[in-house]
């Protein structure tokens, strides 16, 4: 079941893609910065830099992925991912965005993600799939999240 909706999500995306909308050529500078930002704390976290990831959160952040019942802070977020990261490696991750809505300094970011996942202990790799919207601040030309609404939609 988990491989028919990946499946279905990577021929979405696909169709998507070569329908012609490539978002990518019709953004401004200033929502290309904002991407530059999300792919950068994506990729420091399937690295399992923990502490770097975390330093794209800013000390305001508050933000609520699906499977909680109740939005989480900074430091609740940081022992979640500090946790993953130690007990799982990203095998292989794609970002997909669908909007970016820049005003100043802040913006917020839609995309879609599909991520495998490897247990550091028996091996086993999980696939999983969904949807965030990124809420970010620019401080001292860094964008940093203050808050955050998604999660995987595989479960």
């Known amino acids: 079941m988990k491989q028919t909706k990946l499946f279905t999500?990577?021929?979405?995306i696909a169709i998507f893609l070569l329908s012609g909308k490539n978002f990518a050529q019709q953004w401004s500078?200033?929502?290309?910065?904002?991407?530059?930002?999300?792919?950068?704390?994506?990729?420091?976290?399937?690295?399992g830099?923990?502490?770097?990831?975390?330093?794209?959160?800013?000390?305001?952040?508050?933000?609520?992925?699906?499977s909680s019942k109740v939005p989480q802070n900074k430091a609740n977020t940081s022992k979640w991912i500090e946790y993953m990261?130690?007990?799982?490696?990203?095998?292989?991750?794609?970002?997909?965005?669908?909007?970016?809505?820049?005003?100043?300094?802040?913006a917020y970011a839609d995309y879609f993600y599909s991520m495998i996942t490897k247990d550091n202990e028996t091996g086993k790799k999980e696939n999983s799939d969904g949807t965030?919207?990124?809420?970010?601040?620019?401080?001292?030309?860094?964008?940093?999240?203050?808050?955050?609404?998604?999660?995987?939609?595989s479960k």
Do not use: C, H
């Not at 965030?132 to 939609?153: E, V």
């Open 9 to 12: 999500a990577i021929i979405l």
């Open 29 to 47: 500078s200033e929502q290309k910065d904002v991407w530059a930002g999300v792919e950068k704390y994506w990729e420091v976290f399937a690295k």
């Open 49 to 66: 830099d923990a502490k770097t990831d975390m330093s794209y959160y800013d000390e305001s952040y508050l933000g609520w992925e699906f």
């Open 85 to 106: 990261l130690k007990n799982s490696s990203v095998v292989l991750y794609t970002l997909t965005p669908a909007a970016i809505w820049v005003k100043g300094d802040f």
């Open 132 to 153: 965030w919207t990124d809420i970010l601040m620019k401080k001292d030309g860094k964008w940093l999240l203050i808050g955050d609404r998604g999660g995987s939609a």
